[in-house]
């Protein structure tokens, strides 16, 4: 049964007024608090508007407030010395601040809400009035606040625009956010220790941000993001998230792509986001892990482009054939110059043959270095064609062998 005080502001002090007759539904509506202001001789027009805030007792029973606009925000709270339990709370159309109660069912549309040290077990944040405002093309409706600080729920439902929507240190099995509505977040803050089994998000978000936290399913439906800030964070599966639908691509953008890469088997995605991602990090790296991360970028793309090393093989076997030409050319034997273009180019295509030898370690022996200089340069050019062969032989397990 429901008991409970009401307390405001009346003639600038706090007045309590006690509900003396226990019930199992209560709804609080401009008509009930005025007749009961009436039976305790309080004049209307003495009371503060700013506040209002119910202590309640209940066990599984049913609260709705609605139809009241006596008062700015409503304040709902447990006795000190005992523990809520409402089987329903249906609050509407005024701002609404929960602390301390067990809630098996919230239901509720405000465009202010704040929870913390709550229980619910099922949490509805909707827009009520949508099938009206489809048929009427009037403009929905959208929050200024919801937000949730120490609260444990077990499914939330989130079908309404929100200016913000904060979460801090709290518990959600499931969190829906994808309604067929597109709706509208300026900004989504998931923080401080949150722990999300379950997320589900679609429409438009300005920023989201996710911190310190742990969200072990996230899928991204209809979805559009201008910002995405990922710190510290434990994302375990990321799904249906693509390029397109985050507007600036910061490293943590590409790290939350990597992984609906990985879970969605979307190759392309994976090599790109891991090129990017290798490619942020470099600017943050000391000078010679720059000088590596900028070898690694030049043959490899970081080991998601493998097709690099090839690139690279073949200008590297160019331009040691020139070098090679050039100091042949130099030597005593060849101080008479070339004939014609043909002499030219059959003597580079001897080095390029030469060049191409020594950078594979296959070294036939049918054409050999002429002087100590090449013989020195053929030895650094295989070791620079074995380290790029290397890095080619693990670009492609990095590239196509991901999922082993």
């Given at each position: 049964?429901?008991?409970?005080?009401i307390?405001?502001i009346?003639?600038?002090a706090k007045?309590?007024?006690?509900?003396e007759?226990?019930?199992?539904?209560?709804?609080l509506?401009?008509?009930?608090?005025?007749?009961?202001?009436e039976?305790h001789?309080i004049?209307?027009e003495e009371?503060d508007?700013?506040?209002f805030?119910?202590?309640?007792?209940?066990?599984r029973?049913?609260?709705?407030?609605?139809?009241?606009t006596l008062?700015?925000?409503?304040?709902?709270?447990?006795?000190?010395?005992?523990?809520?339990?409402?089987?329903l709370?249906v609050?509407?159309?005024?701002?609404?601040e929960?602390v301390?109660?067990f809630?098996?069912?919230?239901r509720t549309n405000?465009?202010?809400?704040?929870?913390?040290?709550t229980?619910?077990?099922?949490?509805?944040?909707?827009?009520?009035?949508?099938?009206?405002c489809?048929?009427?093309?009037?403009?929905?409706s959208?929050a200024?606040?919801l937000?949730?600080n120490?609260?444990?729920?077990?499914?939330?439902?989130v079908?309404?625009?929100?200016?913000?929507?904060?979460?801090?240190?709290?518990?959600?099995?499931?969190?829906?956010?994808?309604?067929?509505?597109?709706?509208?977040?300026?900004?989504?803050?998931?923080?401080?220790?949150?722990?999300?089994?379950?997320?589900?998000?679609?429409?438009?978000?300005d920023?989201l941000?996710?911190?310190?936290?742990?969200?072990?399913?996230?899928?991204?439906?209809?979805?559009?993001?201008k910002k995405?800030?990922?710190?510290?964070?434990?994302?375990?599966?990321?799904?249906?998230?693509?390029v397109?639908?985050?507007e600036e691509?910061?490293?943590?953008a590409?790290?939350?792509?990597?992984?609906?890469?990985?879970?969605?088997?979307?190759?392309?995605?994976?090599?790109?986001?891991?090129?990017e991602?290798?490619h942020m990090r470099r600017?943050d790296q000391?000078f010679?892990?720059?000088i590596?991360?900028?070898?690694l970028r030049v043959?490899?793309?970081?080991?998601?482009?493998?097709?690099?090393?090839?690139?690279f093989?073949?200008?590297?076997?160019?331009?040691?054939?020139?070098?090679?030409?050039?100091?042949?050319?130099?030597?005593?034997r060849?101080v008479?110059?070339?004939?014609?273009?043909?002499?030219?180019?059959?003597?580079?295509?001897?080095?390029w043959?030469?060049s191409?030898?020594?950078?594979t370690?296959?070294?036939f022996g049918?054409?050999?270095?002429s002087?100590?200089?090449?013989?020195?340069?053929?030895?650094f050019?295989?070791?620079?064609?074995?380290?790029?062969?290397?890095?080619?032989?693990?670009s492609?397990?990095?590239?196509?062998?991901?999922?082993?």
């Amino acid at each position: 049964m429901i008991s409970g005080n009401i307390e405001f502001i009346y003639k600038h002090a706090k007045r309590s007024i006690t509900i003396e007759k226990e019930v199992s539904e209560l709804r609080l509506s401009d008509g009930y608090v005025l007749n009961l202001f009436e039976k305790h001789h309080i004049e209307l027009e003495e009371i503060d508007p700013t506040f209002f805030e119910f202590t309640v007792s209940a066990a599984r029973d049913t609260l709705i407030i609605e139809d009241l606009t006596l008062f700015e925000k409503v304040r709902i709270l447990s006795f000190s010395n005992t523990k809520a339990s409402l089987g329903l709370l249906v609050v509407n159309d005024i701002k609404i601040e929960i602390v301390g109660v067990f809630i098996d069912m919230l239901r509720t549309n405000c465009n202010w809400v704040h929870i913390s040290r709550t229980l619910i077990r099922s949490f509805d944040f909707s827009q009520t009035e949508c099938d009206q405002c489809q048929i009427s093309g009037e403009a929905m409706s959208v929050a200024n606040l919801l937000e949730l600080n120490y609260v444990t729920v077990e499914k939330m439902t989130v079908y309404k625009s929100v200016e913000e929507l904060i979460i801090k240190s709290s518990k959600i099995d499931r969190l829906d956010m994808d309604q067929v509505n597109r709706n509208q977040f300026r900004y989504v803050n998931i923080t401080w220790n949150t722990h999300i089994e379950e997320y589900s998000v679609a429409g438009d978000i300005d920023r989201l941000r996710i911190k310190n936290s742990i969200i072990n399913k996230v899928s991204f439906k209809e979805t559009k993001i201008k910002k995405l800030d990922n710190k510290k964070s434990d994302i375990n599966m990321v799904f249906m998230l693509e390029v397109d639908k985050i507007e600036e691509k910061n490293i943590s953008a590409w790290e939350l792509l990597y992984k609906a890469a990985l879970n969605d088997d979307n190759d392309t995605l994976f090599a790109k986001a891991g090129y990017e991602i290798n490619h942020m990090r470099r600017k943050d790296q000391s000078f010679y892990s720059r000088i590596s991360s900028s070898i690694l970028r030049v043959t490899i793309g970081y080991g998601y482009r493998p097709y690099r090393s090839i690139i690279f093989s073949i200008i590297a076997i160019s331009l040691f054939a020139m070098l090679y030409q050039g100091l042949d050319y130099m030597s005593i034997r060849n101080v008479s110059g070339y004939q014609s273009v043909s002499d030219f180019m059959s003597h580079y295509f001897d080095m390029w043959y030469l060049s191409g030898t020594a950078y594979t370690t296959t070294g036939f022996g049918d054409i050999v270095p002429s002087n100590g200089i090449t013989k020195v340069l053929v030895i650094f050019e295989a070791m620079v064609g074995v380290s790029v062969l290397s890095l080619f032989m693990y670009s492609l397990l990095n590239r196509y062998g991901k999922k082993q």
